[in-house]
């Protein structure tokens, strides 16, 4: 049977609920609470069990003494200027003060008391009431310099930390955590790179939480004008207790999100230094062969016109001199033969393995390749990548080679005797779930008729002043069609030549 409160007197003057006046003086005297009344001069008239226990004071040693007996005489005397300003007024007062026991022991005492009226108004007596609150302001205290201690550290490592509740908000991070926000120009950074190493945290953080576990992902962080950065990022669930009061009864706590993120930039600068020799090495070959490859197929093409009228050549020959007309076959059959040969030795573009691609990374080894062209030709590069964008699957070296034909393009445009503006923009951003990229130079521009002509095999057009846009794309269009994306060229915001490159992430044609 479960307790029941006591009910309340609705009336102290109703002989059925009044209580006994010994009931009240029983009830002072056993109250685990100090209990002391003084004299409007604070001369101790009573004192109770919990106060003799506290103090060390026994009733008879107390009675009729100041409660400044009681004083340590290191609270500072504000505090008893307020006190007493406020007893004065007739208004209670509560505090802490620092007392000290009959042994010599001192203690904190947190202090509450009230001014006892008469029926004129006047003060007659103060009550008051006190604990001993050592104890609790020592694990105050101890906790408080543990939070120091802790924030003191988490600030001072070299690593980002990030703390998530189950709605997904940051309720603890330390300074290298503050410092991504603006590298990564996000509100929470944390959303960020969640959002591309685990795309289904925010459902999984509010269910299963184990799902947004992971260790050692990493994160590529591109800023206009500034070197690449990468984080290597780490998650854990951690059990977090609700700060609640209606959760004070609730053994289970909430889990919460912690991420660990780390700069690994300069071991992978080193890496990305080794790489560039073998890349640039890569996709000279890649160039050479593809020169070779399309220098033959151009010459395939062109070899097989002649022969084309050589066989309507043949048909009407055919009824007038058939002998002849057999010769000039056989003639067209050998060439053929030797025109196959021809064909079956133009080298094969490399059969690279499809994996997950930043496209981001792309285009600044591109640059980098580039770079000695760039300044040659006096041009300006403004890189204005997004933050972070999603991988890509696909070829890297085929993308690569795509790209650097768009910059080459771009570079012949503007390197033109006379032409005075030679700047060139390179952008990335995610739109509706496609990475959108465009290189936009300040060149001549093209003309809207050869547009389309631009991507038809073995298209050239180097006819000078005004209408140069450098060799054909039709290997750039194939390149981007093998990934399931597209390609255009525009007019740029400075009149020059935009091309257009578009990619889904989920990786369906466009």
Known sequence: MSAQPLAQPSNENDPRTSLPPEVYRQAVSQADLAISITDPAARILYANESFSRITGYGRDDIVGLNESVLSNHTTPREVYADMWTALRARRPWSGKLLNKRKCGDVY?????????????????????????????????????????????????????????????????????????????????????????????????????????????????????????????????????????????????????????????????????????????????????????????????FRLEEPLNVMASAIAVLQRRDPASAEMLRHALDTSREHIETLRQVIPQSPQEMVISVNLNEVLRDVLEVCTPRLLKAGITVDWQPSP?????????????????????????????????????????????????????DSGPGIPMEWRHKAFEPFFTAKTGVGKHIGTGLSRAQQVVADHGGIIDLDESPSGGCAAIVEFRVDGDPI
């Open 108 to 300: 904190l005492a947190e202090l509450s008391i009230t001014p006892v009226l008469d029926a004129a108004g006047e003060i007659t007596h103060y009550l008051g009431m006190h604990r001993d609150v050592t104890e609790l302001h020592r694990l105050e205290r101890t906790v408080r310099n543990h939070k120091q201690l802790i924030e003191s550290v988490i600030d001072a490592a070299p690593v980002a930390f990030a703390l998530l509740d189950p709605s997904g908000r940051v309720v603890l991070d330390n300074q290298e955590y503050k410092k991504l926000v603006t590298d990564m120009r996000a509100k929470e950074p944390a959303h960020r790179l969640l959002d591309a190493l685990a795309p289904e945290w925010y459902e999984a953080l509010a269910g299963d939480i184990r799902r947004c576990e992971f260790s050692n992902r990493e994160m590529r962080l591109d800023s206009p004008g500034g070197r690449a950065r990468w984080l290597s990022v780490s998650t854990s669930a951690i059990e977090m207790h609700s700060e609640c009061a209606d959760s004070y009864f609730c053994a289970a706590g909430q889990p919460g999100l912690l991420l660990v993120i780390a700069d690994i930039t300069n071991l992978r600068e080193e890496q990305e230094r080794a790489k560039g020799a073998a890349l640039k090495a890569s996709l000279a070959d890649e160039e050479r062969t593809a020169a070779i490859r399309e220098g033959l197929s151009a010459a395939v």
């Open 388 to 440: 972070v964008l999603p991988p890509l699957t696909g070829r890297p070296l085929q993308l690569r080679m795509l790209f650097k034909a768009l910059v080459e393009n771009a570079i012949e445009a503007m390197n033109v005797k006379g032409w005075l503006r030679r700047e060139l923009q390179i952008t990335s951003q995610l739109v509706d779930d496609c990475i959108r990229v465009a290189v936009l």
